[in-house]
């Protein structure tokens, strides 16, 4: 023994096998892990085997908005009745309470299983929800909770203006209260779904006089209320999954404000800081997938429109390394967030890393589905903005929704955050540099 | 599953970092550059007094009974602070002996207790090494530490071999462009060695551990660029403000934390993919050089322009990094060689 041997002497003998190999040397009680426990692992099978047998394997037509919403009622109702709707929420509110380890084990199920994503609930079980059961009252979340969970309901967010974007907290649209009403006058934009939602989260200035951020009140807005009026907003995709909302004196009751008045901006936070929690994990553990079957579509599609050209494009060396370094990216995203898990379930809280997560994710997704419209090549000229399906399912799916996706994914890194937002929250928040 | 340090490591890592702010502030990193074998002697023995040479070995052994995951953690320590010397070299030949038989307790007892440097020879530059027995001759170049060293790890395909520094070995010193990893050429001439593995497994292991240790740390010194350009954007101020205002250099540094999550996380991952024989291991591993390449090469470089004029100049520590980045690159199979080395698993899947 030397006496240096002693500095670092662990808590835990580990085993000791003459073959000495690496697995040998390890210490056995509290290590960096990449394995579940057994009951995770148990966890793992019963999703796969319940998703294998239960989930829909077909789309909906990306731009027939009722029909999506159909669709996505229908499936979370499926996954209600399995209890595995609101995989994060809690028992009491009729959540399957999962811990975070089991919540990133049924997103990578998920993923994996190729089932449909109900994108149109996205608000519902990701903002709306989770923000009624941090701040609403009793009866919100007796009456909201479960037609949320259930599939009964779809939510839209009202919080973008088109003053007010990356400033969120400079919003204008007006209400005043008059009786047991609050009367709204204004206008929000950027709403996906409004076109199909039963309620809105809706942010509106209270107090006109107070700081910007003092003044604001988070309200539950039915859609359909007599004053409002909805215009769809035709996007570079071709669809018009988001609208314009004009509110011309909308009343609203008082009794539909979470928390307190004028506080709705710390409500509104609690709801973001959700998003760049979890609520994300799903879509970075789906691109994993979408890189392998690219790297399929590469593989059977030919490399160019000279008789030079490789056999495939995953032949042409560019196209491979290419396809190589965010096969290596996509890998260091399940790294990245298997670290932002591995601290949020030590201190309970999401951390401001998931900043780092996010940019990376949103600039990664764009090249991905830029090199997809690479390697397609001529194949990408044809495109029927009607005729794709709402997600890239198979090679077989085709080129169309490739060039879909391609356009679609210029928006992740303007919303929920551009990417310079999110530059300023790292270098602000993480980083501790001067505003 | 559980990726963030362990309490353990965390005490690891305080205790390593103290030392070296100590022993190696970065006035002292600049005297050792070029400075003669005799002036790492010292440091050699104070670091193995805290252990850093056993902390992977089974305590039978001399050993801490740790395993790669804390190892890792010593070599970001060592990154950070850019700590000259043949490191990697040295707790490479601790893995190596022992998993040597009795003859090679004298000299893996030498290495733990820091009375023996040892460089690596793991890239096969300088052509086919030929053996008969316990003899070895042939030539290996730029290896990292050789002019340093007092004893050699030589990895082959199926052999691990540890070669005394003797009359039958060779070591030509070659200016370097990383003085932190000054590089020599080292020819055996039926060199007596030592024969600690013997089959393709064991190489591989060295090569595993040596491939995430220094991406470990690469990510040490990715860590630091940004904690240098973060220090720096706060208090150099132009147009009245501090440069760190401006969403040009807030920008740069936040992709400069991005990218240093990135190599961290995929180096923690392909540590322990390593460490507990994951079948991907070597993808793991080949992931994680690619992005920490990228990631050191970048954030370096980024941290030559956060610094603007004072960057330029040898004064300031910033150019220190983007040399360190270069040699990790060049060495152990570059981002490019592992970037095909990951092509051609997609080829043939």
């Not at chain 1, 000279?306 to 056999?311: D, K, L, T, Y």
């Not at chain 1, 932002?340 to 949103?362: C, M, Q």
């Not at chain 2, 039926?190 to 990510?219: H, I, P, W």
């Not at chain 2, 390593?274 to 970048?298: E, I, N, T, W």
Request: hydrophobic share 45%; charged share 20%.
């Amino acid at each position: 023994m030397h006496g240096g041997s002693t500095a670092f002497a662990p808590g835990v003998t580990p085993p000791l096998d003459d073959s000495c190999t690496d697995a040998a040397v390890r210490v056995t009680s509290v290590a960096m892990d990449i394995a579940f426990t057994p009951e995770e692992e148990r966890f793992r099978a019963e999703a796969r085997a319940w998703l294998a047998a239960h989930a829909p394997m077909s789309e909906p037509p990306e731009h027939d908005l009722a029909a999506r919403r159909a669709f996505d009622l229908v499936w979370q109702r499926t996954l209600f009745d399995a209890g595995y709707a609101g995989i994060s929420w809690p028992k009491e509110y009729g959540g399957r309470g999962a811990s975070l380890m089991e919540q990133l084990i049924w997103y990578e199920e998920f993923a994996r299983s190729g089932a449909h994503d109900p994108s149109t609930l996205f608000v519902g079980l990701n903002h709306g929800g989770p923000t009624l059961i941090a701040c609403g009252s009793e009866e919100q979340k007796a009456f909201h909770l479960p037609k949320i969970l259930r599939g009964e309901v779809v939510w839209c967010q009202g919080f973008s203006e088109p003053g007010a974007g990356s400033d969120l907290a400079g919003l204008s649209t007006r209400a005043v209260i008059d009786g047991d009403d609050l009367v709204v006058t204004g206008q929000k934009i950027w709403t996906s779904f409004a076109q199909i939602a039963d309620y809105q989260e809706l942010l509106v200035r209270t107090d006109p006089d107070a700081p910007k951020h003092k003044g604001i009140t988070w309200v539950i807005c039915p859609m359909g209320l007599p004053g409002m009026e909805i215009r769809e907003i035709k996007t570079m995709a071709g669809g018009s999954d988001f609208c314009e909302v004009f509110y011309d004196e909308v009343r609203i009751p008082r009794a539909n404000i979470v928390g307190k008045l004028n506080d709705g901006w710390n409500v509104a936070m609690s709801t973001l800081s959700f998003e760049r929690g979890t609520a994300f994990l799903s879509e970075q553990v789906r691109l994993t997938r979408l890189v392998d079957q690219l790297i399929d579509v590469a593989r059977h599609t030919p490399a160019g429109d000279v008789p030079s050209a490789p056999a495939s494009a995953l032949a042409d060396d560019e196209i491979a390394r290419r396809l190589a370094l965010l096969r290596a990216e996509v890998e260091a995203l399940r790294s990245m967030t298997y670290r932002s898990v591995s601290r949020t379930a030590r201190t309970g809280v999401p951390s401001a890393e998931a900043s780092l997560i996010r940019l990376f994710f949103s600039e990664l997704q764009q090249r991905v589905f830029a090199l997809a419209t690479e390697v397609l090549g001529p194949q990408v000229l044809a495109w029927d903005a009607k005729g794709s399906p709402a997600r890239v399912t198979a090679r077989h799916a085709g080129a169309p929704s490739w060039v879909s996706h391609w356009l679609l994914a210029f928006s992740s890194t303007i919303a929920a955050g551009s990417k310079d937002i999110q530059r300023n929250i790292i270098g602000d928040r993480i980083l501790g540099l001067p505003r | 599953m559980d990726l963030m340090p362990t309490p353990e490591q965390d005490a690891i890592r305080d205790s390593v970092r103290t030392f070296l702010e100590t022993e190696l502030p970065m006035s002292q990193v600049r005297t050792l550059l070029g400075a003669p074998t005799a002036a790492y002697a010292e440091l050699w023995r104070r670091a193995a007094a805290l252990g850093f040479f056993a902390l992977g070995l089974p305590e039978a052994l001399g050993g801490a009974g740790y395993a790669l995951t804390e190892e890792m953690v010593l070599f970001e320590e060592l990154g950070r602070a850019l700590a000259p010397g043949p490191w990697l070299g040295t707790v490479l030949a601790a893995h190596a002996l022992a998993r040597g038989g009795a003859e090679a307790r004298g000299p893996l007892a030498a290495v733990v207790a820091g009375e023996l440097r040892a460089a690596a020879c793991i890239d096969p530059w300088g052509g086919p090494l030929e053996r008969r027995g316990d003899r070895v001759s042939g030539t290996r170049r730029a290896v990292l530490g050789a002019g340093l060293a007092e004893g050699f790890v030589v990895v082959d395909d199926a052999a691990v071999l540890f070669v005394p520094r003797g009359d039958a070995v060779a070591v030509q010193a070659v200016p370097s462009l990383d003085a932190t990893n000054p590089i020599g050429t080292v020819a055996f001439h039926d060199a007596s060695c030592l024969v600690v593995g013997r089959d393709v497994a064991s190489a591989a292991a060295l090569r595993r551990a040596a491939a995430v240790l220094s991406c470990a740390d690469a990510v040490g010194g990715i860590a630091r660029t940004v904690e240098m350009s973060v220090a720096y954007a706060k208090v150099r101020h132009q147009f009245g403000k501090p440069i760190g205002s401006f969403q040009a250099v807030k920008h740069r540094c936040a992709d400069m934390a991005v990218r240093a999550e990135v190599a961290r996380s995929a180096t923690t991952y392909a540590t322990v993919s390593v460490r507990d024989g994951a079948v991907d291991a070597d993808f793991q591993a080949a992931v994680a050089k690619v992005l920490a390449a990228d990631a050191y090469l970048r954030n370096s470089a980024d941290n030559v322009q956060n610094h603007g004029g004072m960057g330029f100049t040898w004064e300031c520590d910033a150019h220190l990094y983007v040399k360190r980045a270069r040699a990790f690159d060049a060495t152990l199979g570059s981002r490019r060689t592992q970037l095909d080395a990951l092509v051609a698993r997609l080829r043939s899947a």
